[in-house]
């Protein structure tokens, strides 16, 4: 067993050491008053809670510097966490008895010192002229999409949900339906600027402190705050064919998924731009929050039937862009690709979106739910990397065995694959080792008095893929142990602690992800 580590300055006493020593530099955007605390106590998961003696509000990134400087160098060094949309569901962004570092408050500043999303170019020794986007940590994807937009330019890799700040991703990795194609939001990152666990400020890329650059990126917040990152570019599409095609039988499935994703270079204008799989369970509605009205109302019923005939229909997700210059053949092209595919006969559906309202889709179920109160529930979340060679018997023992007898999946289940090739390995995310590997995602959002229910069939889940040998990766990670945590990171075990020790030696970052902050009942 395993019990949580705390910091060892009571609430009390840490909150009077900050308030007392570090007002002459922070001053005012230093708080511990309850609304403050109570804000930095929680986050989308509703799950967990855990106060801080304070949070900062900065200014400028020389405020979260000092503040990490301050804490290296009391006599009992405290935890600092930064939080961008509070967007975990374990946490990971909190600070038991430290500081919070609420990163939103940057960008009511930015604007007085520059902006906080630049759109600039640069041409190579090779006389390439290539693009990007210099982007403040605590910017929202949403954000960075609309200001690159006007430039007639688009980053190319995306989360599901854009409300989440460029930090958090790149700290987790970032993935979506396009990942397959161009690797998850840090493999395409140029360069960044850090705040390191020693407070100190350094640019770093592939060529410059390239350590650093690749502990950060995937790092879950361990060994820096990124205060910017630069972010690759290329020309934005201006709309998007969108299809799902549904299925019975899970290999055929599997095995169409896999066959569409072989086709993944970058610039093959022959490639779909996105993938991905759901699934379909009860026998309600089969739209759900994350793409209402995407089938039409006439054929509700005859999904419906088919849900209730085989237990679980699998919906293939797929989409290809396009501009005025491609407009004339993208549907020669979707076609060539969907050709041979085994789904439902009769069962396919399209519509065609806009770029912005396909990669914005999952707002309108956001904003309907907030409506509703329906929004700031708990989110028991279990995400995972699933081997490919090892997926079929994912799916006999948990989709067919665990979710169907349990029967209490509430929102999206996701499950699709992608490519290793667009991962780098010397990055500290990890991801299964062989060349096709896919996201499994329960994505429940709950009642308060139901979660625990949940947590009993994602521990039911987590404790079957080890008895059947299966070497699961969980994204979004949550250990109890430091055990957990080196088979999570496996052989690049030493590595993360050589880097923890290299850029915050005295383990002030993140506790939240409790990576280092775990104290082994013996």
Known sequence: MAEK?????????????????????????????????????????????????????????????????????????????????????????????????????????????????????STNINDVTFHYADVGGEQLWVDVLHATLKHGLSPVSWTDYLYLTVGGTLSNAGISGQTFRFGPQISNVYEMDVVTGEGDFVTCSPNKNAELFYAVLGGLGQFGIISRARIAL????????????????????????????SINGRQQSNALDYLEGTLLIHQGPPDNWRASSFFPQSSHKRIISQVTKNGIIYCLEVAKYYDHH???????????????????????????????????????????????????????????????SRISDFDLGVFKDIVLKKNITTGPVLIYPMNRSKWDERMSAVVPEEDVFYTVGFLHATGFDEWEAFEEQNKEILEFCVRAGIDVKQYLP?????????????????????????????????????????????
């Open 326 to 388: 491609t407009e004339t053949t993208v549907d020669k092209e979707l076609g060539i690709l969907l050709k041979g595919l085994n789904y439902l006969p009769g069962f396919m559906f399209g519509n065609d979106v806009s770029y912005v309202e396909f990669l914005n889709r999952v707002r309108t179920g956001e904003l309907n739910l907030q409506s509703q109160g329906l929004w700031d529930v708990p989110h028991p979340w279990l995400n995972m990397f699933i081997p490919k």
């Open 234 to 261: 290329e020309p934005a599409p201006k709309r998007v064919r969108w299809v799902r095609m549904l299925y019975s039988d899970f290999s055929a499935f599997s095995r169409d998924q896999e066959r569409l994703i």
């Open 478 to 522: 949550n250990y109890k142990t430091q055990k957990g945590w080196m088979s999570h990171f496996g052989s690049k075990w030493k590595i993360i602690q050589k880097r923890k020790a290299l850029f915050d030696p005295k383990r002030i970052l993140s506790p939240g992800q409790r990576i280092f902050h775990i104290k082994e009942k013996i």
């Open 5 to 121: 580590y705390s910091p060892l300055i009571p609430t009390l006493l840490i909150a009077t050491v900050i308030m007392n020593r570090l007002i002459s530099t922070v001053g005012y955007k230093l708080r511990d008053d309850p609304e403050a605390i109570r804000l930095a106590s929680t986050d989308y998961g509703h799950i967990l809670s855990e106060n801080p003696a304070a949070v900062l509000y900065p200014s400028s990134i020389n405020d979260i510097s000092s503040l990490i400087k301050f804490a290296n160098n009391v006599s009992v060094p405290f935890g600092v966490a930064a939080k961008g949309q509070g967007h975990s569901t374990r946490g990971q962004a909190m600070a038991r008895n430290g500081v919070v570092v609420e990163m939103s408050s940057l960008r009511n500043h930015r604007g007085q010192h520059g902006s906080g999303i630049q759109v600039l170019s």
